[in-house]
C-alpha cells in the first residue's frame, strides 16, 4: 500500500491510498482552491487513470469541494453517505455545533464560513449507508458509518489498520494535538464512532486536518470524549 497525503492550501487533507494497481481517492479537497487542484494532484504523482474509487468522508465544503473536479479528472464513481446527496447537488452543507470550549473557538476563528458559491453538482455513485465491504471494488478494506461530527460522515479502514478519518479525529488548529471531532451534531453518536473506529482494528488515523495519530493517541482522545466531552 501506498498513501499519498494530497494538502491543497491550508484548509484541509485528502489522500490517494494505492493498492493491488488502483488507487482510492479519499476525500477531494476544497473548491476554494480548484485551480490549484490539479496541479496538487499531480505533484504528489496520482495516476489518474488509476483511481478506480473516490469515497467521500462528508458532505462539507473542505472536503467535497473539489468532487466534480475529481471526478472529471478521474471518471471514477464516487461512494458517499446518501445524506451528502444535498452538498454534492446545491452546495448547501450541515451546520457547524461546537461541541465544547476547543469547538466554539475553532468555529469564531476560523470555521464559520462566508458564502461560497456552489460547485458543480455531482450523482452519488454509491451510495452506503451500512458497513460495507471494499474488496469487490479491489481494496483491501471496509467503509464504517462513523456520524457525530455530521450526519453523513464515514471512515475508510483498511484491513492492515489504516483509517481515514475525516474530521471523525482531528487536529483543528495544527499544534500536534488529537482530539475527537470539535464540532458535532451529535455527540453520542460521536461516542459510538469512536469505539467503532478502535473496534474496527484501528492502528493509525488518517484526518482530513492534521495527522496521521497512533492508536495510542485516538485511544486517549476517546477517553478524553468519554470522561469529559474534552
Given at each position: 500500500m501506498?498513501i499519498?497525503?494530497?494538502?491543497?492550501?491550508?484548509?484541509?487533507?485528502?489522500?490517494?491510498?494505492?493498492?493491488?494497481?488502483k488507487?482510492?481517492?479519499i476525500?477531494?479537497?476544497?473548491?476554494?482552491?480548484?485551480p490549484?487542484w490539479?496541479?496538487?494532484?499531480?505533484?504528489?504523482?496520482?495516476?489518474?487513470s488509476?483511481?478506480?474509487?473516490i469515497?467521500?468522508?462528508h458532505?462539507?465544503?473542505?472536503?467535497?469541494?473539489?468532487?466534480?473536479?475529481?471526478?472529471?479528472?478521474?471518471?471514477?464513481?464516487?461512494?458517499?453517505?446518501?445524506g451528502a446527496?444535498?452538498?454534492?447537488?446545491?452546495?448547501?452543507?450541515?451546520?457547524?455545533?461546537?461541541?465544547?470550549?476547543?469547538?466554539?473557538?475553532f468555529?469564531d476563528?476560523?470555521?464559520?464560513?462566508a458564502?461560497?458559491?456552489?460547485?458543480?453538482?455531482?450523482?452519488?455513485?454509491?451510495?452506503?449507508?451500512?458497513?460495507t465491504?471494499?474488496?469487490?471494488?479491489?481494496f483491501?478494506?471496509?467503509?464504517?458509518?462513523?456520524?457525530?461530527?455530521?450526519l453523513?460522515?464515514?471512515?475508510?479502514v483498511?484491513?492492515?489498520?489504516?483509517?481515514?478519518?475525516?474530521?471523525?479525529?482531528?487536529?483543528?488548529?495544527g499544534?500536534?494535538?488529537?482530539?475527537?471531532?470539535?464540532?458535532s451534531?451529535?455527540?453520542?453518536a460521536?461516542k459510538e464512532?469512536?469505539?467503532?473506529?478502535?473496534?474496527s482494528?484501528?492502528?493509525?488515523a488518517?484526518s482530513?486536518?492534521?495527522?496521521?495519530f497512533?492508536r495510542?493517541?485516538?485511544?486517549?482522545?476517546?477517553?478524553?470524549?468519554?470522561d469529559?466531552?474534552?
Open positions: 501506498e499519498k497525503t494530497i494538502s491543497v492550501g491550508p484548509i484541509s487533507n485528502f489522500y490517494a491510498v494505492e493498492e493491488n494497481g488507487i482510492m481517492l476525500d477531494a479537497g476544497c473548491y476554494l482552491n480548484q490549484g490539479t496541479l496538487k494532484v499531480a505533484m504528489a504523482g496520482v495516476d489518474f488509476k483511481v478506480a474509487l469515497v467521500l468522508t458532505g462539507h465544503f473542505d472536503h467535497a469541494g473539489g468532487i466534480h473536479h475529481a471526478k472529471v479528472l478521474t471518471g471514477a464513481p464516487i461512494m458517499a453517505h446518501p446527496k444535498t452538498f454534492l447537488e446545491t452546495g448547501k452543507f450541515t451546520p457547524y455545533v461546537p461541541r465544547n470550549e476547543l469547538g466554539q473557538a468555529y476563528n476560523i470555521a464559520n464560513p458564502p461560497l458559491d456552489a460547485p458543480e453538482p455531482v450523482d452519488i455513485d454509491i451510495p452506503v449507508s451500512e458497513e465491504d471494499l474488496h469487490p471494488y479491489g483491501n478494506a471496509k467503509v464504517i458509518m462513523t456520524p457525530g461530527h455530521t453523513d460522515a464515514i471512515s475508510v483498511f484491513d492492515s489498520g489504516e483509517a481515514f478519518v475525516g474530521d471523525t479525529v482531528l487536529d483543528p488548529f499544534e500536534g494535538i488529537c482530539t475527537f471531532a470539535i464540532l451534531l451529535d455527540n453520542e460521536l464512532s469512536g469505539k467503532r473506529l478502535l473496534d482494528g484501528l492502528k493509525s488518517y482530513g486536518h492534521g495527522g496521521p497512533t495510542e493517541q485516538v485511544e486517549e482522545a476517546y477517553r478524553n470524549l468519554l469529559h466531552n474534552g
